[in-house]
């Protein structure tokens, strides 16, 4: 793939995405055809279980989560009176991956995760919060 070695007249120098990645249109109609077939409302619904189940392993006071009815359904953020380097490190040495903001570490199960990742998590996070 060739790229362009100099910008683009006016606004059209920012669109570099377009440019550069050109195949991603061709995988949007294939993905959204997917998310349909799994459909939104079945994917909101288990998302929200798998965070529901893993907030139950940390105190609610520690929890920070959107109203389900209103926010995001898909991430569980925990709250730490410091940075949660510590508990983010913890977690990490059990092979897991989560996100750090400040002091709150957030967790995002995804669909394609197993039971026995979950499992895995909840039990790290449990010892995490202690």
Known sequence: MLYPETYTR???????????????????????????????????????????????????????AS????????????NFEEPALAAAAAIGASNIRISLRGATLRVSPHLWNTTEELALLGAALSAAVR
């Open 10 to 64: 006016g606004a059209r120098r920012f669109d570099s995405a377009g440019i550069a990645k050109s195949f991603l249109p061709n995988l949007a109609l294939p993905a959204l055809r997917q998310v349909l077939l799994w459909r939104p409302d079945r994917v909101r619904d288990r998302l929200r279980a798998l965070v529901a189940d893993l907030g139950s392993h940390v105190p609610p006071e520690r929890r920070s």
């Open 67 to 78: 109203d389900p009815n209103y926010g995001p359904t898909h991430i569980l953020g925990i």
